[in-house]
């Protein structure tokens, strides 16, 4: 069974539409990511919280917005999705505890957005 | 403005034969270095990571070598096999700056020919 689960796997959507995309983890962990995979740009990360009452901006977090419902939980929202919003999202988390504080992040499968 | 650099974006190794991925970096606060690999339509995973205290660490035909003057390290693939095929991304995080967060390269494609 997937410790990291993402839905949808895949959506197609129209500019302007709300978008939300789910992650769901059982592993424990309170720390949550969400990244965004472009070919040629790697992963970049869009917004991280480090438990359910901490969320932080990450690198390109314009467009878009989060939840963290509960520490298992952690939601993606696009308000009003662009076609250059087109990507693979991935939602990862990791554990705050451990040496140096530097810890493995899991990555879920994935979401293929495509905004027509 | 890319913090982590990585080349090549694309490598086709015969197998049996070594793979080398590059990455070089600028921000001497970065003082954690893992390589993640990507199979198609998976997540990426976590495949060995080093701390700047070592200049090298060998797992099994994977071994990161790590130049801290130079600001680079590598990932090397030894007797590289068909099922190595996938995306590999070099990334650095620093306590300091970064709160553990990590910034990845851009990632390289690599295709081992049977």
């Known amino acids: 069974d997937a410790d990291v689960t993402q839905t949808p796997r895949n959506r197609i959507t129209k500019t302007g539409k709300r978008i939300m995309l789910e992650c769901s983890q059982t592993?424990?962990?309170?720390?949550m990511y969400w990244y965004r995979q472009d070919p040629g740009l790697g992963l970049r990360l869009i917004y991280y919280?480090?438990?359910?009452?901490?969320?932080n901006k990450g690198e390109i977090s314009d467009g878009y917005s989060v939840s963290r419902q509960a520490q298992a939980k952690f939601s993606l929202s696009l308000e009003s999705a662009i076609p250059n919003q087109t990507a693979l999202y991935f939602c990862?988390?990791?554990?705050?505890?451990?040496?140096?504080?530097?810890?493995?992040?899991?990555f879920g499968p994935g979401t293929r957005l495509t905004v027509l | 403005q890319q913090q982590v650099k990585q080349s090549p974006q694309s490598l086709i190794v015969q197998k049996g034969g070594i793979s080398i991925i590059n990455c070089a970096y600028e921000?001497?606060?970065?003082?954690?270095f893992p390589w993640y690999q990507q199979f198609p339509g998976k997540g990426p995973a976590l495949l060995i990571a080093?701390?700047?205290?070592?200049s090298e660490k060998k797992e099994g035909r994977f071994t990161i070598s790590f130049n801290k003057s130079a600001k680079q390290f590598s990932l090397h693939i030894m007797d590289s096999q068909p099922g190595d095929s996938a995306t590999y991304f070099c990334?650095?995080?620093?306590?300091?700056?970064?709160?553990?967060?990590?910034?990845f390269g851009a990632g390289t494609i690599l295709r081992v020919k049977s």
């Open positions: 592993k424990g962990h309170d720390r």
């Open positions: 919280s480090f438990d359910v009452k901490d969320i």
């Open positions: 921000n001497t606060a970065f003082d954690y």
């Open positions: 990862a988390t990791s554990d705050s505890s451990g040496l140096g504080g530097y810890n493995e992040q899991f």
């Open positions: 990334a650095a995080s620093g306590k300091r700056e970064y709160g553990n967060k990590l910034v």
């Open positions: 080093i701390r700047p205290d070592v």
